[in-house]
């Protein structure tokens, strides 16, 4: 394997090609006594050469990149892309926001009723026309953010491209908690405390931020065109929407994104993303969705395939390139066949776009199962966009990725959120000409990276199940690149981000790179991709770590953020 990044398979870009300068002049270092000839860890490609008689053994590192795939479900109109700014649009401002009632509610001057907040790209003024802006007590008599609680059902698409957002929300709706700490519910559309004005919690960023919005949806040709609750009196999926369509700059803006993403940003937990293509690991896989969805994991699956055709269903009721919800996991018993392992998924159009095949809404394979068991799995036969398949015969052909999100550290992998008793949260830069160094295929440039110095304590009476003293925990550790936009028609480029995690060495100083060159890291998050977050479980013995995250390319500014869950007591800082 070279340190060529891969190319998205979904476009004809790729990832340019670093310098390959590992020489670094040898030193006193001794290599590590365990080296052998020609080894190779996962996920990255390690291997150790012998340099010649009386010389040490070098460890020769090549980094390599993927570019994330495309949704599916993107615009014709990609935005532009420019480098980090303050990154806070839609979150800063300084408006009044007293003095607002029902004479007088509440108008965003930061996304105004405007086509401008419908779009970023150009448009006819013809079709502008056909926009209006409406409140919610304008459309029915008594209109509330949540009618008779939440519902996985409440969900519909509409016209835009943002089921990555939607597929979220309807997982979400499961947990009415947690739901409430994105939209309180006690906020009103109409009454005499009526303000006009919304405001939605939102995750970013390591923090939890206020987006406030009024509460003026638009039309067009006089019907509701984008994201709406299948009761015309409750508004919550809409006014999501809007804030999300706020912190992204428009409507327009939000065509496109992945699930992952919507989850962290909804419960500030930990996403994770599986993909299918695997057959191996597809039995592995079903049992973990098993036990995260019994521990009330948010799952969403992704379907592969052509994202221009994804405004229609093929003849087998699916949609390319689209993002599902996994609502139920059941395995039957079915009379001739055996044990069957199904999911139940939801189409976020919640209409009659449903899967057509085997375990579909009236299969006769249904007729094989029990009664008493169909009542217990709740199943029915309606066009609201849910359905059942099979797990390993169709499912796993039909659809590309499973996204898994966890409200804490999953450290043994087990699909139950274990006690992260330790939670550490740091902040850092990559500075052009200073500390963005990019990936080790460059050591020389990669120690310039910033390091952070990660101590593992022994906790008190940490035992392991003979008595002994337990050596190990169990970590996980997260990195994100900040995201967020700062200007309405441009968003942030993605960088391909990773870490590599090495044995500290004497004393809190930095490692340099004749330590990379002699010695092997204790692990790293796989190869540099352009996702916002990126994260590995790992178990360490008590001791000191250095954590190095880094761009797969050198000279690339911005900020991140490193998130720490561990067993044991830690203590983290970044080593100047």
């Not at 006819?124 to 008594?142: A, I, Q, S």
Request: hydrophobic content about 30%; aromatic content about 10%; charged content about 25%.
């Amino acid at each position: 394997m070279g340190c060529t990044p891969s190319t998205d398979r979904s476009s004809s870009t790729s990832t340019p090609e670093p310098e390959n300068n590992n020489s670094v002049k040898d030193s006193n270092f001794l290599p590590d006594p365990k080296c052998q000839v020609q080894i190779r860890l996962s996920p990255t490609s390690s291997q150790v050469d012998e340099d010649g008689a009386g010389r040490p053994a070098r460890v020769e590192v090549k980094d390599e990149a993927e570019e994330r795939l495309k949704t599916g479900e993107e615009g014709e109109n990609d935005l532009e892309e420019e480098g980090p700014g303050h990154g806070m649009l839609g979150v800063l401002g300084t408006e009044e926001i007293q003095g607002f009632g029902p004479d007088h509610p509440f108008e965003d001057p930061n996304f105004p009723a405007e086509p401008s907040s419908l779009y970023f790209s150009s448009r006819n003024e013809d079709e502008l026309c056909l926009y209006t802006w409406v409140r919610p007590k304008d459309l029915v008599p008594e209109p509330h953010i949540f009618v008779d609680g939440t519902s996985r059902r409440d969900v519909v698409q509409g016209v835009l491209g943002d089921c990555w957002l939607l597929s979220t929300c309807a997982a979400l709706a499961k947990r009415e908690d947690l739901l409430y700490r994105v939209v309180d519910p006690h906020q009103t559309l109409y009454g005499p405390e009526y303000t006009g004005m919304i405001r939605i919690n939102i995750w970013r960023y390591g923090r939890w931020v206020t987006v406030i919005i009024d509460d003026r949806i638009p039309q067009k040709n006089g019907s509701y065109c984008y994201a709406r609750c299948l009761d015309p009196a409750e508004f919550w999926v809409a006014l999501v929407e809007k804030a999300y369509a706020k912190i992204h700059g428009s409507y327009e803006a939000i065509e496109g994104g992945m699930p992952i993403e919507a989850m962290v940003d909804l419960t500030g937990g930990l996403a994770e993303r599986y993909e299918l293509k695997d057959s191996r690991k597809h039995k592995t896989l079903y049992k973990y969705l098993r036990k995260s969805f019994s521990s009330q994991a948010f799952i969403t699956c992704s379907r592969k395939g052509d994202w221009k055709m994804s405004h229609k269903a093929d003849s087998n009721g699916l949609v390319q390139g689209h993002a599902y919800t996994i609502t139920g996991l059941y395995r039957v018993h079915a009379q001739d066949l055996g044990r069957i392992c199904l999911l139940r998924i939801r189409n976020p159009w919640g209409d009659k776009n449903e899967w057509k095949g085997a375990w579909s809404d009236g299969d006769e394979l249904w007729s094989k199962v029990e009664e008493e068991k169909k009542h217990e799995m709740g199943l029915h036969y309606m066009n609201d966009g849910e359905f059942w398949m099979e797990f390993f015969t169709d499912f796993c052909n039909q659809f590309e990725e499973v996204s898994i999100c966890t409200l804490g550290p999953d450290f043994d992998h087990d699909g139950q959120v274990d006690s992260a008793k330790y939670v550490k949260i740091i902040f850092g830069e990559w500075m052009t000409g200073m500390t963005a160094g990019g990936c080790r295929n460059d050591l020389n440039r990669f120690a310039t990276n910033p390091q952070f110095l990660l101590n593992i304590n022994q906790a008190e009476q940490d035992e392991d199940e003979s008595g002994a003293a337990d050596p190990k925990c169990q970590v996980i550790i997260c990195l994100a690149q900040e995201h967020r936009r700062s200007q309405r028609d441009k968003k942030v480029k993605m960088l391909q981000i990773g870490f590599c995690l090495y044995r500290a060495g004497e004393g809190e100083n930095r490692l340099n790179p004749h330590h990379f060159l002699y010695n092997y890291d204790c692990g790293t998050s796989g190869p540099y991709i352009n996702y916002r977050e990126v994260f590995g479980r790992f178990e360490l013995s008590v001791g000191s770590y250095i954590i190095i995250p880094a761009t797969f390319e050198y000279g690339v500014s911005s900020n991140f953020m490193i998130r720490i869950y561990a067993e044991k007591p830690i203590d983290l800082k970044e080593l100047k």
